[in-house]
């Protein structure tokens, strides 16, 4: 069974940087595409960043374009956002999750349904 964990998640000033991570506890993490969506307080939930199984392609939201970017490590099983220049409309839970790249499917990052384990996410709270 697949379980992911997120960390890193912590209060900081406008403008500041927090990196966080996910870890993947199961087999075959390289054959998961993976991705950050995020929750802020009294919203749905939006997607933030996602990255494929290989680490070949990326996606970004509008909002974080430029100021966040997701890495990972196939090795270590472990995926990162890191976020710069932090705003206050950035608070929010943050969540990973995967999407099992070995279907053959089209990758589609934005789509919540394309994913098939969430973590139980982590806070980001951003201080004005």
């Known amino acids: 069974q697949v379980q992911l964990v997120e960390s890193g998640g912590r209060l900081v000033q406008t403008g500041d940087s927090v990196r966080l991570s996910c870890a993947h506890y199961?087999?075959?993490?390289?054959?998961?595409?993976m991705g950050w969506f995020r929750q802020p307080p009294g919203k749905g939930r939006e997607f933030v960043a996602a990255i494929t199984w290989n680490g070949d392609n990326t996606a970004y939201s509008d909002s974080v374009k430029g100021r966040f970017t997701v890495s990972r490590d196939n090795a270590m099983k472990m995926l990162y956002l890191q976020m710069n220049s932090l705003k206050f409309e950035d608070t929010a839970v943050y969540y990973c999750?995967?999407?099992?790249?070995?279907?053959?499917?089209?990758?589609?990052?934005?789509?919540?349904?394309?994913?098939?384990?969430w973590g139980p996410g982590t806070q980001v709270t951003v201080s004005s």
């Open positions: 199961g087999p075959t993490f390289n054959m998961y595409h």
């Open positions: 999750a995967e999407d099992w790249a070995g279907d053959g499917t089209s990758w589609h990052p934005h789509n919540e349904m394309q994913y098939d384990f």
